[in-house]
């Protein structure tokens, strides 16, 4: 099954290559109405202007789990110790060790999901940002709609740049809400779930309250940047969130139903060695 396992993640990183790198496939280009005030806003600049820049989220997102999750695993070995188990015939794995690698390839496995969903939502949607017009600059005069709101759906309506044109357009749902919310909530159901009350009534809700605090300011911060629309923000925090809910509830079912069928054959092999011993 681990190589299974491996294929599929590497079948993810494929399809998010794809989307990201390639244009195998296209965003979809909606229209719009002339001078619609929802879509006038000034533009916010290059996401590296941002209070939260791309660097900043994806060093969080990327270290911030391998930190907790590091912690948690050095804090179990200096309380407990189990003993090693083997893997193939020549490694010996502690069974949290192979806990902590399952779980953050998991994680790496939502992030690349997340990643699907977002362009997909691209790609169907297209949704235009509230920045759209500043960008676009669209010709009132040839479009004949200087004293009327008429939709406009030609794809060569927009004079400005392209680049800022395509980013205008990849808006919903929006991947920032997403992928800041997503880690939010599976290290927050993580940190409840290894710290429970051995931590104290309040260590665990605070520090996942805290998580999750900070990726829901960092999506009205997207809004108030101009940046994104409600509805894009709390799209993509819906993504981010059930994606992690998923995932760390399948784990954990699935862990308990592999500790389950441990321990059955534990006690199966245990009966079966004391009925050796009184047979002699």
């Known amino acids: 099954m681990l190589y299974f396992q491996v294929v599929i993640l590497a079948a993810t990183a494929m399809l998010v290559y794809y989307f990201e790198f390639t244009d195998t496939f296209s965003t979809a280009e909606q229209g719009f109405i002339c001078r619609d005030p929802t879509l006038s806003r000034p533009d916010p600049g290059p996401e590296q202007s941002s209070s939260v820049q791309p660097v900043i989220l994806y060093s969080v997102v990327g270290g911030l789990p391998v930190v907790l999750v590091g912690a948690g695993f050095l804090l179990y070995m200096c309380k407990d110790s189990e003993k090693a188990v083997v893997m193939g015939n020549c490694c010996y794995v502690n069974p949290m060790v192979r806990r902590t690698f399952r779980f953050l390839g998991v994680y790496v496995f939502g992030l690349f999901t997340i990643d699907i969903f977002v ?162």
Not at 208 to 214: E, F, G, I, N, R
Not at 232 to 247: E, Y
Request: aromatic fraction near 10%; hydrophobic fraction near 45%.
């Open 119 to 280: 362009n997909a939502g691209y790609m169907v949607t297209g949704s235009l940002a509230p920045y759209f017009l500043s960008v676009c600059w669209p010709n009132y005069s040839a479009l004949d709609c200087q004293n009327t709101a008429r939709f406009i759906s030609q794809s060569d309506a927009c004079i400005g740049n392209p680049d800022d044109i395509m980013r205008a357009r990849k808006t919903f749902p929006s991947k920032e809400a997403a992928l800041s919310l997503y880690p939010a909530v599976y290290l927050a159901m993580y940190v409840m779930s290894c710290v429970g009350s051995s931590g104290g009534r309040l260590a665990g809700p605070l520090l996942s309250l805290s998580l999750v605090s900070v990726a829901v300011l960092t999506g009205i911060n997207r809004v108030a940047e101009n940046r994104n629309h409600w509805r894009d923000v709390m799209a993509g925090q819906a993504v981010g969130a059930a994606i992690a809910i998923f995932l760390v509830s399948y784990y954990s079912s699935s862990v308990a139903v592999v500790a389950g069928l441990t321990d059955q054959i534990s006690s199966y092999i245990f009966r079966l060695n004391q009925w050796n011993q009184d047979c002699r």
